[in-house]
């Protein structure tokens, strides 16, 4: 039997709309509940260290590659393009300058956590998607186990402190590709991009970047959870969950970059 066709009335359009603001609402209100209850649940996740040092090695360690080469290649076309921008009106020497502050306030964390969301949200959302879809939470709540504390805090704290940590790394390889392209390829001795990067180099620099990887973790760990505890439909609700998890947190990061530099810089 042929399917119907969505017909466009007036009508039909409001529905749409209308849940769809509904589904929005839903999830800004579901979302602040869980933020809620996970800063409720510290004091006692922090009891569970061992939980939180596994999740800091899934997010951190394990990421650390992937970030690694995202990195080097971010400062290598940094490297390339600005000689691009400024070759025909600023002198060379000052080439350091305009790679490290584009790395270092924009490039590595925004393409860390980005990196992290895809790699990570969908990995939490998938694995705690799993766990609802087997009644695995459910059973934990039968063992008078709070999930929030058990499994959500400790992801958590790890994105809160992992993201900083990658985003140095990040910064470190990602200027050290800058200065091997501008070697190799622009012509730019690594001593004139060193010295221009520490004449105009400022705290304020680094410290915005891992502020803007702060925010980013925390974003980066609730979105995974809340999609995986939103999870519903077997196999295909889990894959539907990964899905959502990277989108949102893609996009809040994008929104909570703006934001947060508007604020740093404004």
Same mark, same amino acid.
């Given at each position: &039997?042929? +399917?119907?066709?969505?017909?466009?009335? #007036?009508?039909?359009?409001?529905?749409?709309?209308?849940? +769809?603001?509904?589904?929005?609402?839903?999830? $800004?209100?579901?979302?602040?509940?869980?933020?809620?209850?996970?800063?409720?649940?510290?004091? +006692?996740?922090?009891?569970?260290? =061992?939980?939180?040092?596994?999740?800091?090695?899934? &997010?951190?360690?394990?990421?650390?590659?992937?970030?690694?080469?995202?990195?080097?290649?971010?400062?290598? $076309?940094?490297?390339?393009? !600005?000689?691009?921008?400024?070759?025909?009106?600023?002198?060379?020497?000052?080439?350091?300058?305009?790679?490290?502050?584009?790395?270092?306030?924009? @490039?590595?964390?925004?393409?860390? !956590?980005?990196?992290? !969301?895809?790699? $990570?949200?969908?990995?939490?959302?998938?694995?705690?998607?799993?766990?609802?879809?087997?009644?695995?939470?459910? %059973?934990?709540?039968?063992?008078?186990?709070?999930?929030?504390?058990?499994?959500?805090?400790?992801?958590?704290?790890? /994105?809160?402190?992992?993201?900083?940590?990658?985003?140095?790394?990040?910064?470190? *390889? %990602?200027?050290? /590709? /800058?200065?091997?392209?501008?070697?190799?390829?622009?012509?730019?001795? #690594? =001593?004139?991009?060193?010295?221009? @990067?520490?004449?105009?180099?400022?705290?304020?620099?680094?410290?915005?970047?891992?502020?803007?990887?702060?925010?980013?973790?925390?974003?980066?760990?609730?979105?995974?959870?809340?999609?995986?505890?939103?999870? +519903?439909?077997?196999?295909?609700?889990?894959?539907?969950?990964?899905?959502?998890?990277?989108?949102?947190?893609?996009?809040?990061? @994008?929104?909570?970059?703006?934001?947060?530099?508007? *604020?740093?810089?404004?």
């Amino acid at each position: &039997m042929a +399917k119907a066709r969505f017909s466009y009335t #007036p009508e039909n359009i409001f529905t749409c709309v209308g849940r +769809k603001t509904l589904t929005f609402l839903e999830d $800004v209100g579901g979302l602040a509940l869980l933020v809620k209850d996970i800063f409720l649940s510290l004091p +006692k996740a922090f009891s569970r260290f =061992h939980l939180t040092a596994e999740q800091m090695l899934v &997010m951190g360690v394990n990421s650390l590659p992937l970030v690694a080469l995202v990195s080097v290649f971010t400062g290598a $076309v940094t490297a390339v393009q !600005a000689v691009y921008q400024i070759q025909d009106f600023i002198p060379m020497r000052y080439l350091g300058t305009a790679v490290g502050k584009a790395i270092l306030i924009e @490039l590595a964390p925004v393409l860390t !956590a980005l990196v992290v !969301a895809g790699r $990570v949200g969908a990995g939490i959302a998938a694995e705690l998607g799993t766990m609802k879809v087997t009644e695995q939470i459910d %059973a934990l709540k039968t063992m008078a186990l709070d999930p929030v504390e058990y499994l959500v805090a400790p992801r958590f704290v790890a /994105g809160l402190v992992m993201l900083p940590v990658l985003t140095i790394f990040s910064d470190a *390889i %990602a200027l050290a /590709g /800058g200065v091997g392209i501008s070697a190799t390829a622009l012509n730019v001795p #690594p =001593h004139v991009f060193l010295n221009s @990067l520490k004449t105009f180099f400022k705290t304020m620099d680094l410290m915005s970047g891992l502020s803007k990887a702060f925010v980013f973790g925390s974003i980066i760990s609730i979105i995974g959870c809340y999609q995986g505890f939103r999870t +519903k439909g077997g196999a295909e609700g889990v894959g539907r969950s990964a899905t959502k998890a990277v989108v949102m947190a893609s996009v809040l990061i @994008l929104i909570a970059d703006y934001v947060v530099a508007s *604020i740093l810089f404004g």
